[in-house]
C-alpha cells in the first residue's frame, strides 16, 4: 500500500496501523524518520491524512525556532521546587530536548482533526518526555506523556495542548 508523502507503508500490528520506510523531515533536520499511521483505512476521508502530511513534511526549522517560547512555557509550568534543571530562557530551550524520530499520524476521535504528534525526551521531565503536536502546520506543545497516543490519550483534545498555536 502506498500513502501520498510516505511511499510504500507497511502494516504493523504493534501500532495497529501502517509504518513507513525511512523519510527524511525537514522540520528535524532532514533526519529520516518512520511514519506511524493510525486509523488510515477505516477513515472515511484519507485525503486528511495526505494533507496532514505534507504539510508536516513542509515545515521546516523555522517552526521549532518558532515552538520555542511555548515550549519554554510548557517547560516552566511542569518546574517543581525539587527540580534543579534550570534553563535561562527559550532561546535555548530546545537544547534541552531530544527530538524524536516516529511522527504518530492520528484523527483525534474528540474534534476529527488529524495531528502528527512527535514524542520527545525532556531534560526536565525525564521520566515522562514531551509530546510536539502539529496539528494544521503549527507545532504545539502538549502536556508530557508516559504512553502511545490512543483511544483514552487524544493530542488534540481540549485542555490537552498548554499554549496557544505558534506560526
Known amino acids: 500500500m502506498e500513502i501520498p508523502g510516505l511511499g510504500v507503508v507497511a502494516e504493523d500490528d504493534a501500532f495497529e496501523g501502517y509504518r513507513s520506510g525511512a523519510v527524511g523531515v525537514p522540520v528535524l533536520g532532514g533526519i529520516d524518520c518512520e511514519f ?3 486509523g488510515y483505512d477505516e477513515d472515511d476521508r484519507p485525503e486528511d491524512f495526505h494533507t496532514a502530511i505534507r504539510d508536516f513534511l513542509a515545515l521546516d526549522s523555522a517552526a521549532l525556532i518558532a515552538a520555542r517560547p511555548s515550549i519554554y512555557a510548557h517547560y516552566l509550568a511542569s518546574r517543581h ?4 534543571l534550570r534553563i535561562p530562557g527559550p532561546d535555548s530551550v530546545l537544547e534541552y530536548v531530544e527530538l524524536g524520530n516516529e511522527p504518530e499520524v492520528i484523527r483525534s ?3 476529527g482533526r488529524i495531528s502528527v504528534t512527535l514524542e520527545c525526551e525532556c531534560r ?3 521520566d515522562r518526555g514531551l ?3 502539529f496539528l494544521d ?3 504545539r506543545p502538549a502536556r508530557a506523556c508516559a504512553g502511545r497516543i490512543g483511544a483514552t490519550e487524544d493530542p488534540a483534545a481540549p485542555g490537552s495542548v498548554r499554549t496557544t498555536p505558534m506560526v
Do not use: K, S
Open 36 to 38: 506511524i499511521v493510525q
Open 124 to 126: 526536565w521531565e525525564p
Open 137 to 139: 502546520g503549527p507545532v
Open 109 to 111: 476521535e474528540t474534534n
Open 131 to 133: 509530546r510536539l503536536v
Open 81 to 84: 521546587e525539587a527540580h534543579q
